[in-house]
T-cell receptor
Framework: KQEVTQIPAALSVPEGENLVLNCSFT??????LQWFRQDPGKGLTSLLL???SQREQTSGRLNASLDKSSGRSTLYIAASQPGDSATYLC????????????WGAGTKLIIKP | NAGVTQTPKFQVLKTGQSMTLQCAQD?????MSWYRQDPGMGLRLIHY???????DQGEVPNGYNVSRSTTEDFPLRLLSAAPSQTSVYFC???????????FGEGSRLTVL
């Protein structure tokens, strides 16, 4: 059974730092992996989707990598800003017929001005 | 472009009452789903639909019904509300079953 883990649960860094958020999964037979951010009291916003055949995806200051063999994805945020403060979640879609995403519990990121 | 629209944003019910959470998307997405989010439990899938007329159960379907009569709408019905259904409910849609997922703003439900 696929399990998705995000460590740490919370992270606080000064503004301007580059940082990495981690997402680990136990079954490497994935179809794709998505990263989302959730602001307090709001819905989730899709940040990046990486297909199983891809190694990384980039959007602005965000770069997501995927290493299926090690069961790991990282979300790199460059030059962090207070507006990046949010909870970041990853979700994995498996290759089987089950469409259900398997979700990590998220990392709560605080960027200190 | 409205995206995924959920109504109401807030609702208070008494135990035993029924209600419907509305979800509509204007992106012509085939896949739609309902999640609930609870502290310490993360996101859990309630029901999903891969197209008009097709629905299926997710991880926590008990106490909820759905229907998909049109591509745009995917309402979630609470048949007889219980305090355990106090939660934040999110509707989400994507172009395909494993595509990029777009979420609504959420509906916060309290059952007394």
């Amino acid at each position: 059974k696929q399990e998705v883990t995000q460590i740490p649960a919370a992270l606080s860094v000064p503004e301007g730092e580059n940082l990495v958020l981690n997402c680990s999964f136990t079954d490497s037979a994935i179809y794709n992996l998505q990263w989302f951010r959730q602001d307090p009291g709001k819905g989730l916003t899709s940040l990046l989707l990486i297909q199983s055949s891809q190694r990384e995806q980039t959007s602005g200051r965000l770069n997501a990598s995927l290493d299926k063999s090690s069961g790991r994805s990282t979300l790199y945020i460059a030059a962090s800003q207070p507006g990046d403060s949010a909870t970041y979640l990853c979700a994995v879609s498996g290759r089987d017929s089950n469409y259900q995403l398997i979700w990590g519990a998220g990392t709560k990121l605080i960027i200190k001005p | 472009n409205a995206g995924v629209t959920q109504t109401p944003k807030f609702q208070v019910l008494k135990t035993g009452q029924s209600m419907t959470l509305q979800c509509a998307q204007d992106m012509n997405h085939e896949y739609m789903s309902w999640y609930r989010q609870d502290p310490g439990m993360g996101l859990r899938l309630i029901h999903y639909s891969v197209g008009a007329g097709i629905t299926d159960q997710g991880e926590v379907p008990n106490g909820y019904n759905v229907s998909r009569s049109t591509t745009e709408d995917f309402p979630l019905r609470l048949l007889s509300a219980a305090p355990s259904q106090t939660s934040v409910y999110f509707c989400a849609s994507s172009y395909s079953v494993r595509g990029e997922l777009f979420f609504g703003e959420g509906s916060r439900l309290t059952v007394l």
